[in-house]
């Protein structure tokens, strides 16, 4: 359950804040942090001693060997004492904005408080939403927990025991709402599902340990 460090403070806001919300996001962002331009192959100073935020504007950010951030998405520098080899460069001319994560938080949720998609069946169409807050906290293992979490508490019905059943979702309506790529999220509902605390089929989306799925999507 537990992920790497190198991705349990990623946040892809490409992928989270999509559409005409996305500039004006990123103009807030702007005025609320503390803005800095990095060339080529430059190391990134980062305050690894505060709870900050770094939000990719422009270029791209390469961190360790594996990862490239573009723009729209965010990390956060781990501790010292976690990764003390820690490094993030630059990758051609890059633009970040540094923030506190409240204030991401509260920045992000004010222009986009919520992802909706159209779920139910062919006869029953109807928006689902989710809030968006909650998974801007939590890590891309959690955060497919989340959304599932939220599903279940806003529109899913009692079932046996401690089970909910939610309307029923594919892996892109459900990888969209989480703000996920398709394969992060079918390798995300696959451990929820060997884990034993979903089931999927075309009729429902049932939540098969609620308590569970709670202490997952808190991680």
Sequence with gaps: MAESQSTSNLWHFRQLITGPQARATFDRLRERGRVERWGHA????????????????????????????????????????VAPDFEALAHQETTIVIMEQEALRESVELLLPERMVQGGSIFQRRELSVPLAPLLRTSTGARQ?????????????PGPGNQRVAPPLSSAQLASLAGLDRER????LALLERAGLIRRDRRALRILDLDGLRRFALG
Aim: glycine share 8%.
């Design 185 to 188: 999220a079918r390798q995300a």
């Design 42 to 81: 430059a190391r990134i100073h980062l305050d690894r001693e505060h709870d900050e935020r770094v939000v990719v504007l422009e270029g791209q950010v390469i961190l360790g060997s594996e990862t490239t951030l573009a723009r729209g998405d965010a990390f956060a520098p781990p501790s010292d004492e």
């Design 145 to 157: 927990a989340q959304t599932i979490l939220e599903l279940a508490e806003r529109y899913g019905e």
